[in-house]
């Protein structure tokens, strides 16, 4: 293992220590000293990685970002046909989020935390929704089985579509039911990109 290895690992170890201190005393309560004492750190440590708590934060959201594409990437993998990609990507990405334990819980208990990290000035995870989106949805108008929308606009559809089903309490659509939630993407995320087919 390289230095460069044993370091990104070590970092990896911290942000896994935040993540649960995170969801078991919430974010705002956490103290660095926390973090530490969880990853069986030395301040010290933990510190020639990160600033400060906020510096922490940014870096998982940058490694759940990645994740979440990851995560999207292989759900749209398994489908051939563009509204078929775009439907289970949506399908994953809503499923990231309403399974996910820190953001549950800082939804639940701490609502202004993370989400406007997230949002603000288009974070992480929306630019990465975005990037993925944007390219299915382009896929599929150059073969002609989407509608010509502008794909970047679409896409961002797609991805305030997301975030504001996981943020909202369901009303009529219950996202968080697997046979509700297909219903809903099928029909109406990318059922409503479909080409007008001719008869």
């Known amino acids: ?3 460069n290895g044993n370091r990104r690992d070590r970092r990896e ?5 935040a993540a649960h201190r ?13 973090i530490a004492r969880q990853a069986h750190a030395g301040k010290a440590t933990l510190y020639r990685h990160f600033a400060n708590k906020d510096a ?8 759940e970002a990645e994740r979440f594409q990851r995560l999207l990437e292989r759900a749209a993998a398994e489908h051939e046909t563009a509204p078929d990609r775009i439907e289970a990507a949506f399908l994953a990405g809503m499923q990231f989020f309403l399974a996910h334990p820190v953001m549950t819980r800082d939804r ?8 406007p990290r997230i ?3 288009g974070g992480p995870l929306v630019q990465r929704g975005l990037a993925l989106f944007t390219s299915l949805i382009e896929e599929g108008v150059a073969s002609g089985s989407l509608r010509r929308v502008d794909p970047p606009a679409a896409a961002e559809v797609i991805v305030r579509l997301t975030l504001s089903y996981f943020s ?12 509700e939630a297909r219903a809903f993407a ?3 995320v990318a059922g409503g990109l479909l080409a007008r087919q001719p008869g």
């Open 22 to 34: 995170f969801v078991e005393c919430g974010i705002r309560r956490t103290t660095m000293e926390d």
């Open 108 to 115: 639940d208990e701490e609502p202004g935390v993370l989400l």
């Open 168 to 179: 909202f309490p369901p009303m009529h659509v219950r996202v968080d039911d697997p046979d």
């Open 186 to 188: 099928h029909a109406l």
């Open 13 to 17: 170890d911290l942000l896994a220590a």
């Open 119 to 121: 949002t603000a000035n």
């Open 1 to 3: 293992m390289t230095a």
């Open 56 to 63: 922490v934060i940014d870096a998982l959201l940058e490694r």
